[in-house]
């Protein structure tokens, strides 16, 4: 097999990026707006978290091509944020990856690959510039090239590789599966990276099979997989009438209600009641439509909609939870998959608290005081039944 990406050494670093040795300011400004952006979304690091900001790789050097991303790491003390840092690295890799989807990261046409690492994790790159300091923390020098082509384990690694994708092109149906590859290959360059520096065996067999067209590919392939996956959820819920449903119910004998949106009753409150334990002993009291209540006109209307929207950002946030449950325990991690549960429940309470809230400004308070006279009869009647049967 032909190796299309050739080891390229220049005299000078990247003049699209750098004038001399020094970073452009446009880029600097580029690269702080992404990073500032990523930062404020995320939940699971805080500006005061991160220590530093630093450009590896490739484009930090003078071996790029026109093909070499721009790595940008940023610099966390792990242990400052959770006693379990491993923890903090998947949830870093989900948002990352989350993030990766929602903005087009490229600056002058070349791409920009952000990534969480922790202060005491050793980059190997032959050169590392702090974008905070606006100076080198390593000036890279001139390596001779290493001529893979003539490599044989490198060759019969990269014909394994090119005949897996193009068999997972042409058969995969669900895009999670290509998702997997696309996570495999570039945990195979930043662990080769790490340990080998960035002209090291796996690194170098990334940039080949993405010159090779083969992860643009599977990107690609991935997004049409997703276009059909989304557009056949919309058609599914296309067919069925969405209705609001009030769920009152009981959790560990406190009342709370929540407002779901389905096609049936019983759905609804299967959404409700699968977001808890058996340990948060969920009883359902009642469900009802609701298509006519919500924030209405009134003083306190606006207030309502911001705690509304505030309780469906919390649901969405244990979502998100849960997904990392599933993850950790695909991972085999269970102590990593308690620690997220408690924090689940953490959010569950955040979510019974602001409904709590909500009830003292709600236009529809009358509605939820009707519940809680409900709950308390049903309290007071199974009370009664237990002490009868004593």
């Not at 998702?179 to 990276?193: A, C, P, T, V």
């Not at 849960?322 to 620690?339: F, P, Q, T």
Request: hydrophobic share 30%.
């Amino acid at each position: 097999m032909q190796i299309t990406e050739s080891f390229e050494l220049h005299d000078t670093l990247n003049p699209k990026i750098w004038d001399g040795n020094i970073l452009k300011s446009d880029v600097e400004e580029a690269l702080i707006k992404i990073v500032s952006e990523y930062i404020s979304t995320s939940e699971v690091i805080t500006e005061n978290d991160v220590i530093d900001v630093n450009l590896v790789g490739s484009n930090a050097s003078y071996n790029y091509t026109e093909e070499s991303d721009l790595d940008v790491h940023i610099v966390v003390n792990m242990e400052n944020i959770s006693c379990d840092p491993e923890l903090v690295q998947i949830a870093c890799n989900s948002e990352k990856s989350s993030f990766n989807k929602n903005y087009d990261l490229s600056i002058k046409g070349i791409q920009v690959e952000l990534y969480v690492e922790d202060v005491k994790a050793s980059t190997e790159s032959n050169g590392i510039y702090s974008l905070f300091k606006k100076e080198w923390i390593k000036f890279p020098t001139k390596i001779e090239n290493i001529d893979y082509s003539k490599d044989q384990n490198f060759i019969n690694e990269l014909t394994e590789y090119k005949n897996r994708i193009e068999n997972i092109l042409s058969t995969s149906s669900r895009a999670i599966d290509i998702q997997d590859e696309i996570n495999n290959l570039y945990n195979m360059r930043r662990e080769s990276i790490m340990t080998e520096g960035e002209y090291g065996f796996g690194n170098q067999l990334f940039k080949e099979i993405r010159s090779l067209g083969l992860l643009d590919s599977l990107k690609n392939k991935k997004y049409e997989l997703s276009s059909k996956e989304l557009s056949l959820e919309s058609k599914k819920l296309g067919e069925h009438i969405m209705k609001k449903y009030r769920i009152n119910y009981l959790l560990k004998e406190d009342y709370h209600y929540s407002i779901i949106d389905s096609d049936n009753p019983d759905t609804a409150v299967n959404d409700v009641v699968n977001y808890f334990t058996p340990e948060d002993n969920c009883k359902i009291l009642s469900v009802e439509e609701c298509n006519n209540q919500g924030p209405q006109e009134g003083p306190d209307a606006g207030l309502s909609n911001l705690l509304i929207t505030s309780i469906n950002d919390e649901w969405t946030t244990i979502s998100s939870y849960n997904d990392l449950v599933i993850s950790a325990r695909a991972e085999g991690r269970e102590d990593i998959a308690k620690i997220i549960e408690d924090i689940t429940n953490e959010e569950v309470n955040h979510v019974g608290m602001l409904q709590t809230a909500l009830k003292l400004v709600s236009p529809n308070v009358s509605n939820v005081q009707d519940g809680e006279q409900e709950a308390t009869e049903i309290i007071n009647q199974e009370n009664t039944q237990e002490a009868s049967s004593i």
